[in-house]
């Protein structure tokens, strides 16, 4: 007899201030069929402590998406295509992009990030996630 599979929840923090990034999570939470995805604001509490377990703070990471599963941390463009695989096609075939060094997707990644106030504005709180939504937010 073949035992259970346990999902492990994959983590997903976000700037929680930045329009940008809401709508990156609205649009992750609209496409995870399996609810993989679990998210908490990179100003949280939660994501403190998740960060510390890889030796990092929320304060030292850069304008970043960063992606948690299991044992393994992504970061700006490795995050996202991370997610991309996770939601499934087509949305997963983001990943051709893989071919592309880290390096230079991370300049393109990088430039959006640093000017995604000015492009998409700032929200003056974390969002709060509807009640439907709730149980896919750690913090």
Do not use: K
């Not at 259970?4 to 939470?29: H, K, S, T, Y």
């Not at 949280?44 to 948690?68: H, K, M, N």
Request: hydrophobic share 50%.
């Amino acid at each position: 007899m073949r035992s259970p599979q346990i999902v492990v929840p994959i983590i997903v923090l976000f700037d929680g201030l930045c329009n940008l990034c809401d709508g990156a999570v609205r649009f992750m939470i609209d496409r995870d069929r399996d609810a993989r995805l679990r998210f908490a604001s990179l100003q949280s509490d939660v994501a403190r402590e998740l960060l510390g377990r890889f030796g990092r703070t929320a304060e030292a990471v850069p304008a970043s998406i960063i992606v948690i599963d299991g044992d393994r941390i992504f970061e700006r463009s490795a995050a996202t295509l991370h997610i991309a695989r996770v939601l499934g096609a087509p949305w997963s075939f983001a990943s051709v992009f893989a071919i592309v060094p880290e390096a230079i997707r991370d300049i393109v990644y990088r430039s959006i990030a640093r000017n995604r106030y000015a492009i998409f504005g700032t929200r003056d709180a974390c969002r709060i996630p509807t009640p439907a939504e709730a149980e896919r937010f750690l913090a």
